[in-house]
Structures are given as structure tokens and as C-alpha cells.
């Protein structure tokens, strides 16, 4: 059984995480890049404490998109703010620190 080094439970209890999600804002805004096409930015996370590529992969499945995780960021391809705010929301972390720009 492994433990966590920051809060020393066992790792399948650690609360890092979910604590992690309630103190950082989010910022989601659109982009225009190449071609006109239109890219959903997130931003603000702590990559020490969310797994951006885990997170970025959950969002391209739930809104059947393509994008990437890099230098703290989540790019989507498409218009997706408001979905993207309701679905971090389900997933734990606090709306009032979700800014939809």
C-alpha cells in the first residue's frame, strides 16, 4: 500500500486532490487560431496537484473533440465555455472559481 506525501493517507484516501480543486481559479475562455478556428482555453490549474493529461483526455471524450494539455493549459478544439464550466463543476471543483471569460 503506498501513502501520500503530503497528507499521509493512503493513497487511495489521499483528499490533495479534491482539497487542490476547491482553491484554484479557473479562468475558460475562446481563442481564434489558424484558420479561424475557434479553441476553448483553460487555464489556472496547479500541475502539481490536477493531472492536466488525465483531465484534458476526460473533457475531449465528453465533448468528442480534439486538444491538448501543455504549459498549464487545456486547449479544446471548438466553442464548448459553458459546457466546459458545468462539467468541471461535476467533476469537484467550486463554480464560484470557474471564470467564464
Known sequence: MTVCIKCG???????????????????????????????????????????????AKKLKAKFACGGTAKKGKIELQGNHKQKVKEFLVSIGFAPETIMVK
Not at 493513497?11 to 478556428?37: H, M, P, R, Y
Open 9 to 55: 493517507l493512503p493513497k487511495d484516501l489521499c483528499v490533495c486532490e479534491s482539497i487542490a480543486k476547491e482553491t484554484q481559479t479557473i479562468n475558460v475562455w475562446t481563442e481564434k487560431k489558424k484558420f479561424g478556428k475557434i479553441y476553448t482555453v483553460i487555464s489556472g490549474f496547479d500541475e502539481k496537484e490536477i493531472a492536466l493529461d488525465g483531465l
